[in-house]
T-cell receptor, first 110, second 112 residues
Framework: GQQLNQSPQSMFIQEGEDVSMNCTSS?????WLWYKQDPGEGPVLLIA?????ELTSNGRLTAQFGITRKDSFLNISASIPSDVGIYFC??????????FGGGTRVLVKP | NAGVTQTPKFQVLKTGQSMTLQCAQD?????MSWYRQDPGMGLRLIHY???????DQGEVPNGYNVSRSTTEDFPLRLLSAAPSQTSVYFC???????????FGSGTRLTVV
C-alpha cells in the first residue's frame, strides 16, 4: 500500500524558532493535508493543499504541495509553547482514502 | 454544533468479547472513516463509507465490521476482541472526499 515517510520523527523547539518538517512518498497524491494532534484528542486539520506547487499559510504555519506531487513540507514560524504536539501529514490519491504519515512529535527544549 | 461524537471514551474488554464503538456526526457529511492509532504511530484506516449504505475496507479491516444505515451514524463492531486490538480508535467525517476530515476525540480500548 501507499506509505508516507515523515521526518523528523521528533524535534525540540525553542520559543521564537522557525521549524520545518516534511513528508515524502513513492506515490503521487492529489491532496496533501497537515494535522496537529494534542494529547488525548483527535487530529485537527491545519492546512489542506490541492495543487502541485501550491503554497498555503494559516497564521504562523506555511505548507507546500511538492511539484512532483510526492512530497509536502510544513513550516512553523516563531514557535510558541502551544505548538507542542504531534503533526501528521496525510495524502489522498484518487477516491476517498487518506494515508497518514507516522507523525512528527514537537517538544519544548528543556 | 457537536461535530463528530464518539462513545464510549474508554473501554476495557476481555479477549473474545464483542462490542460496538459508536460514532455520530451532525454536519450532514457524506464521507466517514474509522482509524486506529497505536502508540508512536500514525493513523491506519480500518473501514470507510462514502454515503449511507456504502462501505469499504481500509488498510486493516480484519476483526472489524461496519454498516452505514444513516448519514449521521457509522458504528464500528469488534467481533471477537483480541489484545492486538488494544488501540485508540478515531472516527472522522468529511463533506467531500478532498476537503479533509473532522475527527472525533477517540475511544481508548484495552483488550485484556
Amino acid at each position: 500500500g501507499q506509505q508516507l515517510n515523515q521526518s523528523p520523527q521528533s524535534m525540540f523547539i525553542q520559543e521564537g524558532e522557525d521549524v520545518s518538517m516534511n513528508c515524502t512518498s513513492s506515490s503521487i497524491f492529489n491532496t496533501w493535508l497537515w494535522y496537529k494532534q494534542d494529547p488525548g484528542e483527535g487530529p485537527v486539520l491545519l492546512i489542506a493543499l490541492y495543487k502541485a506547487g501550491e503554497l498555503t499559510s494559516n497564521g504562523r504555519l506555511t505548507a507546500q504541495f511538492g511539484i512532483t506531487r510526492k512530497d509536502s513540507f510544513l513550516n512553523i514560524s516563531a514557535s510558541i509553547p502551544s505548538d507542542v504536539g504531534i503533526y501528521f501529514c496525510a495524502g489522498q490519491a484518487a477516491g476517498n482514502k487518506l494515508t497518514f504519515g507516522g507523525g512528527t512529535r514537537v517538544l519544548v527544549k528543556p | 454544533n457537536a461535530g463528530v461524537t464518539q462513545t464510549p471514551k474508554f473501554q476495557v474488554l476481555k479477549t473474545g468479547q464483542s462490542m460496538t464503538l459508536q460514532c455520530a456526526q451532525d454536519m450532514n457529511h457524506e464521507y466517514m472513516s474509522w482509524y486506529r492509532q497505536d502508540p508512536g504511530m500514525g493513523l491506519r484506516l480500518i473501514h470507510y463509507s462514502v454515503g449511507a449504505g456504502i462501505t469499504d475496507q481500509g488498510e486493516v479491516p480484519n476483526g472489524y465490521n461496519v454498516s452505514r444505515s444513516t448519514t449521521e451514524d457509522f458504528p464500528l463492531r469488534l467481533l471477537s476482541a483480541a489484545p492486538s486490538q488494544t488501540s485508540v480508535y478515531f472516527c472522522a467525517s468529511s463533506p467531500v472526499y478532498y476537503s479533509g476530515y473532522t475527527f472525533g476525540s477517540g475511544t481508548r480500548l484495552t483488550v485484556v
